[in-house]
Antibody, heavy 116, light 110 residues
Framework: QVQLQESGPGLVKPSETLSLTCKVS????????WTWIRQPPGKGLEWIGY???????NSNASLKSRVTISLDTSRSEFSLRLTSASAADTAVYYC??????????WGQGSLVTVSS | QSALTQPASVSGSPGESVAISCAGT?????????VSWYQQHPGEAPQLVIY???KRPSRVSNRFSGSKSGNTASLSISGLRAEDEADYYC??????????FGGGTKLTVL
């Protein structure tokens, strides 16, 4: 059974960098789009971006200048960095396993609050 | 890339059927059959219930079905049960390795 688990600071100061890591267990990393999705409190889901097993990445145009997604296959982990965080980035951040057909496994989510 | 359009809320009584629409464009929903639907209960992560517009993961009840016509996809739930009460999100592949979600629909079982 594939499992994903997010980890990282729950509180980030404005203008600082939001960093999260997703640990993947129970499955291999090749051929999937390892994806980050977020959900502001009381709002809908927003696709942030992915890293493919070969290291290729893509991200939401609205976040592209601030987002870096990377992969460490030796540790079965992938990571998200979002620079210049603001209150608008406060959300539950989910990591998920992506395929062209959709996202079939999700982490439980990690709430990140941007506040001083 | 704009979000897909879903009704904010739908409701139905136990045993009834409901449908949730997901309107996109000819660049996303209309261009590919890569539409997926997710069920999210409060405080939980979303779960995939439909993929490739009409296919259902083996663990998902056959009361859930999906369809697509033109630029609009739909999720139908038959024989409503109390446990179906949740938020539902559609998602579509929009080309160029970009995905877009709908705004979400709150299903209330009366």
């Amino acid at each position: 059974q594939v499992q994903l688990q997010e980890s990282g600071p729950g509180l980030v100061k404005p203008s600082e960098t939001l960093s999260l890591t997703c640990k993947v267990s129970g499955g291999s990393m090749p051929t999937y789009y390892w994806t980050w999705i977020r959900q502001p409190p009381g709002k809908g889901l927003e696709w942030i971006g992915y890293v493919f097993h070969n290291g290729n990445t893509n991200s939401n145009a609205s976040l592209k200048s601030r987002v870096t997604i990377s992969l460490d296959t030796s540790r079965s982990e992938f990571s998200l960095r979002l620079t210049s965080a603001s209150a608008a980035d406060t959300a539950v951040y989910y990591c998920a396993r992506g395929r062209m057909m959709g996202f079939d496994y999700w982490g439980q989510g990690s709430l990140v609050t941007v506040s001083s | 890339q704009s979000a897909l359009t879903q009704p904010a809320s739908v409701s139905g009584s136990p045993g009834e059927s409901v449908a949730i629409s997901c309107a996109g464009t000819s660049s996303d929903v209309g261009a590919y059959d890569r539409v997926s639907w997710y069920q999210q209960h409060p405080g939980e992560a979303p779960q995939l219930v439909i993929y490739e517009a009409t296919k259902r993961p083996s663990r998902v009840s056959n009361r859930f079905s999906g369809s697509k016509s033109g630029n609009t996809a739909s999720l139908s739930i038959s024989g409503l049960r109390a446990e179906d009460e949740a938020d539902y999100y559609c998602c579509a592949y929009a080309g160029d390795y970009i995905w877009v979600f709908g705004g979400g629909t709150k299903l209330t079982v009366l």
